[in-house]
């Protein structure tokens, strides 16, 4: 069997589905292939939270610059495609409660310190699960289950080869399959670049029947409110692939987390693993990688928050638009 389509997108994450649904908003017919299931995007906590994450990584001003324009896309995008957004900020609680509060300041963020806990409203979040199925549906979207095998090049278009021998034809493809390994066929520099990308194992646990405020972190984990309970949070294991739950983690993240949130009332638990990838510089791959052939990839840990970033970028390139002010950043030729 096969069928064509304006543009093909590797990957129903987070990055491949905002970009569908902007692309699908300018009139182009896309198509996704994606195998199904869980993926790194959908067994996070949505964080949209560049204040804590430019202050935890003690990052320089100018990225935080960065991250705080990419949330300022999110307004917009949320109410284009019908998606939710919690703004009710988060908070750091630990030791070092002043420094936390001192780099928030520094770069640029709203931050109050008092009685060792530090708040910021500048951090927002988004219930993933529900957000993604949300972008699934956009009108113009059509997602095959499957995987790509191969790509191949032919007269100008691309041919997408599934494993299953069923061919995609497109004009365009834009490659979002997180960490996945890449399909066969690629050209040698783009096969160079996506190499260059390291897979990073997160591990959550999911905890029903307790409530919290707003996303609160501290030494060694955090805790998000996510539908009917909380998410605990997360391992950082880079170079590692396996999704099968670990007790050891999921022990050692609940014991950093009931240093700062009760624990006592635990209902249902549930694991949930995924896999990120990542770039050099910690940046997304996100634009060009030759003729007709595009990258929406490596966010590592700032998927959710970099999304409509990455849409508009990956587009704009697409379309032969004007760069955004994110293009030079994300560019996946860059290394």
């Not at 009685?115 to 949300?134: C, F, K, M, Q, Y």
């Not at 059509?142 to 004009?171: F, K, P, Y």
């Not at 979002?176 to 670049?193: D, F, I, T, Y």
């Not at 646990?205 to 805790?223: D, I, N, S, W």
Request: proline share 6%.
């Amino acid at each position: 069997m096969s069928s064509s389509s304006d543009i093909l997108i590797i990957g129903a994450g987070v990055l491949g589905l905002a970009t569908a649904v902007e692309l699908a908003r300018r009139g182009r017919g896309v198509t996704i292939v994606d195998p199904g299931g869980d993926n790194a995007s959908s067994v996070a906590a949505g964080m949209i939270a560049p204040a804590m994450e430019s202050a935890l990584e003690n990052t320089t001003r100018e990225r935080a610059d960065m991250l705080r324009a990419a949330r300022d896309l999110w307004p917009e995008f949320a109410e284009r495609h019908s998606l939710m957004i919690s703004a009710e900020g988060s908070e750091w609680r630990g030791p070092d409660a002043a420094a936390v509060a001192e780099r928030l300041l520094g770069a640029g963020f709203a931050a109050r310190a008092e009685n060792g806990v530090v708040r910021t409203p500048e951090d927002w979040r988004i219930e993933a699960e529900p957000a993604l199925i949300a972008l699934r549906s956009a009108k113009g979207v059509t997602l095959v289950q499957g995987r790509v095998a191969r790509l191949e090049t032919e007269h100008g278009s691309w041919r997408a080869v599934l494993e299953t021998g069923n061919v995609l034809s497109a004009g365009a493809v834009i490659l979002a399959m997180g960490a996945h390994a890449a399909p066969a066929g690629l050209p040698s520099e783009a096969a160079r670049v996506l190499g260059l990308i390291r897979p990073i194992r997160g591990q959550l646990e999911q905890l029903f029947g307790l409530t919290v405020e707003c996303m609160r972190r501290g030494p060694g984990a955090y805790v998000a409110p996510m539908g009917g309970g909380v998410m605990v949070g997360a391992s950082m294991d880079f170079d590692r692939r396996d999704v099968a739950p670990d007790a050891v983690q999921a022990r050692q993240m609940l014991q950093a987390a009931a240093r700062f949130f009760d624990l006592t009332s635990i209902g249902t638990r549930r694991t949930r693993v995924g896999v990120r990838g990542a770039s050099p510089d910690g940046l997304p791959m996100a634009g060009p990688l030759g003729e007709g052939l595009f990258a929406a990839l490596a966010p590592r840990r700032n998927g959710w928050l970099l999304a409509p970033a990455v849409a508009r970028t990956v587009t704009a390139a697409v379309q032969g638009e004007p760069k955004t002010a994110f293009a030079a950043a994300f560019d996946p030729l860059r290394f």
